[in-house]
Nanobody, 127 residues
Framework: QVQVVESGGGLVQPGGSLRLSCAAS????????IGWFRQAPGKAREVVSC????????DYAETVKGRFTISRDNAKNTVYVQMNNLKPEDTAIYYC????????????????????WGQGTQVTVSS
C-alpha cells in the first residue's frame, strides 16, 4: 500500500507562514499526482492545490492563489506546499492525497478522486 504522511502543521499568527510536507515511502513519488486538501469543522473538504506527475504543473484554488506554492522534490519523495500570508480562514486539517493514474488530458488536477490519503496535519492561524 502507498503510505502518505503529512507534517509541518502548527499554530501561526495571521500573516505568518508554514511549509507542509507530504512524504511517501515504498513508492516512487514522482509517478504520482499529488493534491493538498483541507477541511475545517462543519465544512466540506476543499481542494487547495495539486501538482502533476509528468511536467509538474500546478494548480490552486482561488482562495489560496498567490499565497500558496506547491512543489515537489522527487529525489526525496516529498511534495511541499509553502503557505504564506496565512489567514484565520486557512485554519483546517490539511490532507495530502496521491493518485497514480494521471487525470485526463485537458482536465485540472483540482479534483477529489485521489486514491491514497494521509492522516492530516492541523494548521491553526490565530492571534
Amino acid at each position: 500500500q502507498v503510505q502518505v504522511v503529512e507534517s509541518g502543521g502548527g499554530l501561526v499568527q495571521p500573516g505568518g507562514s508554514l511549509r507542509l510536507s507530504c512524504a511517501a515511502s515504498g513508492v516512487t513519488w514522482g509517478y504520482y499526482t499529488i493534491g493538498w486538501f483541507r477541511q475545517a469543522p462543519g465544512k466540506a473538504r476543499e481542494v487547495v492545490s495539486c501538482i502533476t506527475s509528468g511536467d509538474g504543473s500546478a494548480d490552486y484554488a482561488e482562495t489560496v492563489k498567490g499565497r500558496f506554492t506547491i512543489s515537489r522534490d522527487n529525489a526525496k519523495n516529498t511534495v511541499y506546499v509553502q503557505m504564506n500570508n496565512l489567514k484565520p480562514e486557512d485554519t483546517a486539517i490539511y490532507y495530502c492525497a496521491a493518485r497514480l493514474r494521471p487525470f485526463r488530458m485537458g482536465t485540472t488536477c483540482l479534483q477529489h478522486d485521489y486514491a491514497y490519503w494521509g492522516q492530516g496535519t492541523q494548521v491553526t492561524v490565530s492571534s
